[in-house]
């Protein structure tokens, strides 16, 4: 229990490493709900230009010796179940971050296993990216980090 200032558990637990993560795992929880409520209510997958984008970003990447086994490690972590498995990581990073008097030590695994979540969720949704573009992605990454942030006390 700490007295003053933060244990070195929850120093752990809201660092920078897992924070960026955790901005990360935020962001692309953004984008892949926008892209999915995107395609629900099109008429025609034709008018939306980012899925071309995104395709051509995905072979790219299949043709390298790292992407498939991030996104079959992906699948399985997440019991085949990824959308639900982001959004428990994304929450409960923020909860760790909001929650200053919580037991230490839990709130450091906590943050860290969904540190590492979200950072292979970035991974492996990477083709998602395509979907805002390169300024769309920043702006995004820059509201989830300063989200993260605000979220850390």
């Not at 558990?9 to 984008?31: D, F, S, T, W, Y």
């Not at 498939?68 to 959308?83: I, Q, T």
């Not at 300024?135 to 850390?152: D, E, I, Q, R």
Request: with cysteine.
């Amino acid at each position: 229990m700490s007295t003053g200032g933060r244990s070195e558990a929850r120093r752990k637990a809201v660092a920078v490493g897992p924070g960026v993560c955790h901005a990360l795992g935020l962001m692309m929880l953004v984008i892949s709900e926008w892209v999915r409520a995107d395609l629900k209510d099109a008429t025609s997958l034709a008018s939306r230009g980012y899925l071309k984008d995104m395709i051509e970003f995905t072979a790219s990447l299949a043709d390298t010796d790292w992407y498939k086994p991030v996104v079959d490690l992906y699948d399985k972590v997440s019991f085949g179940e990824p959308r639900a498995a982001l959004w428990a990581a994304v929450f409960i990073a923020l909860v760790v971050r909001l929650n200053r008097y919580g037991p230490e030590e839990a709130q450091w695994v906590l943050s860290w296993v969904a540190a590492a979540y979200c950072a292979l969720a970035t991974l492996a949704l990477l083709p998602y990216l395509a979907a805002p573009g390169a300024g769309g992605a920043l702006l995004l990454l820059a509201l989830s980090g300063g989200l993260v942030h605000m979220a850390t006390r």
